[in-house]
């Protein structure tokens, strides 16, 4: 259970599977029949210690089924080894897509693993080779790795930057490419309050940038970028459901008003396509 404050309820996340797929989603569990529209995404889209994330302001909004397809720490590998969440997309009326980091998917240099994309699995002998003073054995998730790279190898960290990207690209080109009907891509920007980063890593989404974008632009139909504002940012936490013991994880979190100007901005270009 989670709690905003002890004593104040719990927050249910409905937890649901569709068909054979391993995946548990947040519900609750919507029919993939009529009209629906998809929502592909990450942690933010998930929204955990939320109680209304946007997919759920949006159903409200649009009056249409809004199906929450958002995965904890999910890469675009996710969705891609994900034939039923495919599928489901195609039956779409359209199907919105977040632009996740491009930290959490395998490359040449590491592998991750195939659900929880968030969780380093091993380093290739390419990285092993050019890393050498990097110990791989207490590594475990792929934000520590790229830390730890940073950090103990500065000048050589780049071809892990510049191979992460290239993957990020080809990757969503190809998720893109599987889904025949119409696609919306979302970028959302960094939610931290006075646009602070949580590291030196950068800003969320981890790696983007609008080169990127710009190359995988033609293969959706239309983009929407959401610039959280001032005002969202430093509510940061206000109205969100979570134990004492996870206030860190929480304020990492993007929070309602966070979700509300997404929904705000979504809204108008979903009802173009519904």
Known sequence: MAFEHPGDGSLDYYPCRYGTSKL?????????????????GGSDTYGKYVRDPYPSLLERELGTTMVNFGYMNAGAD???????IIDACN?????????????NMS???YAVHPRRNDRFLRASSLMKTIFREVDFTEIHFTRHLLLSLK???PEKYALVETELKSAWV???????QKIVGRSVLLWVGDHHANGMSRDELGHEPLLLDQQMIDAVRPFATDCVQVTPSKAACAAGTNGMFFPALDALVAAQMPGPRVHEE???ALAPVLRRHL
């Open 107 to 109: 490359n040449r240099f």
């Open 91 to 103: 039956r779409a009326k359209v199907t919105v897509v977040q632009l996740l980091g491009a930290h």
């Open 78 to 84: 996710v969705f891609l080894n994900e034939p039923v």
């Open 170 to 176: 080809a990757r969503t080109r190809l998720m893109l």
């Open 262 to 264: 997404v929904a705000d």
């Open 24 to 40: 548990l989603f947040r519900g609750p569990r919507r029919k993939l029949e009529g009209s629906y529209c998809a929502i592909l």
């Open 151 to 153: 950090r103990r190898a």
